[in-house]
């Protein structure tokens, strides 16, 4: 890479003895924050499950040249249920995304090696971003839950370091076994969410 840019690749996975416990059926709510139905759902046309463990694992990948920022992630989890006829028993889901996004004014986000976060450049000011988003999230197994693909375009405004605008347009398409049972036959939409953000 040219000097000041980046490139960060990682991994990671985690195993969770459940005892027992029910798996939370839903999950995400297709990019957009505050819709009351969650169109991510194990459950939903069937029955959650009890488990006995829970395994997740992923990657992620992230590209930084000048004002250009490309960040990748894969996950994948893997259900063993107390019930060994359970249909959700050794379901293995995966989701991802993909996010890119460039500032007009040629400002590059700094890198934190130390938690592998970006963060807004330092002292920004009067600023403008436009950022782009693909995601997908499988939950469904033979006669239950969903899967769901959202597109994101959006733009933000750093009036300053403190305060900052964004607006996005999202677009979300719905399927799998349990999309009727939850959503009925409007399979697909478009959102608009907008936000401020004052830092302390």
Do not use: C
């Amino acid at each position: 890479a040219a000097p000041g840019d980046v490139i960060h690749l990682g991994a990671w996975h985690s195993y969770r003895d459940m005892g027992g416990n029910d798996l939370s059926a839903r999950f995400a709510r297709g990019e957009v924050r505050e819709t009351n139905v969650r169109l991510v759902d194990y459950a939903v046309g069937g029955e959650t499950a009890a488990l006995d463990s829970m395994s997740q694992s992923g990657l992620e990948f992230a590209y930084q040249a000048n004002a250009f920022t490309l960040e990748a992630e894969y996950a994948s989890r893997y259900l063993d249920t107390v019930d060994s006829s359970n249909d959700l028993d050794g379901e293995r889901f995966d989701g991802f995304h993909v996010s890119a996004s460039y500032f007009l004014g040629g400002e590059q986000r700094r890198y934190k090696a130390g938690s592998a976060l970006f963060v807004q450049p330092k002292g920004i000011k009067d600023a403008w971003e436009l950022v782009a988003r693909v995601s997908q999230m499988n939950a469904s197994s033979k006669q239950q839950g969903t899967d769901v693909t959202t597109y994101t375009l959006g733009t933000s405004y750093y009036l300053s370091s403190d305060i900052k605008f964004m607006g996005n347009l999202i677009y979300s398409d719905v399927d799998g076994a349990g999309a009727s049972t939850l959503i009925g036959d409007e399979d697909s939409g478009m959102g608009i969410s907008a936000r401020m953000q004052y830092l302390f």
